[in-house]
């Protein structure tokens, strides 16, 4: 039976940092591409970014260059997003989701992904 669980959200001012993390149960997680996804309140779910299934390509929304981090650990089947100098404006629901594919091509598209986890909530405070 396949898993994804997400973990590490939490509320956090404006300006600070959360790790997200995401572990995946019965898939093959090395050999798939992986990618975080984001849902705010009243809003479509987004693609945030995306590694390739070595870690040797990562993508990212414009929204969060350059202040978030993804990355992944193929021995320990998990998948990071360091988000740093956090906003208001991220404060959503965040997915992890595994890829049908190897790469991140079209990354923000979900029907690339095969599965998925119930979400963390990250709630960041002006």
């Known amino acids: 039976q396949v898993q994804v669980v997400e973990s590490g959200g939490g509320l956090v001012q404006a300006g600070g940092s959360l790790r997200l993390s995401c572990t995946t149960f019965?898939?093959?997680?090395?050999?798939?591409?992986m990618a975080w996804f984001r849902q705010a309140p009243g809003k479509e779910r987004e693609g945030v970014s995306c590694?390739?299934?070595?870690?040797?390509?990562?993508y990212y929304a414009d929204a969060v260059k350059g202040r978030f981090t993804i990355s992944r650990d193929n021995a320990k089947n998990t998948l990071y997003l360091q988000m740093n100098t956090l906003k208001p404006e991220d404060t959503a629901m965040y997915y992890c989701?595994?890829?049908?594919?190897?790469?991140?091509?079209?990354?923000?598209?979900?029907?690339?992904?095969?599965?998925w986890g119930q979400g963390t909530r990250v709630t960041v405070s002006s």
């Open positions: 989701a595994a890829g049908r594919f190897t790469d991140c091509f079209d990354y923000s598209r979900e029907s690339r992904y095969r599965d």
């Open positions: 019965g898939l093959t997680f090395d050999d798939r591409a």
């Open positions: 590694i390739s299934w070595n870690g040797g390509s990562t």
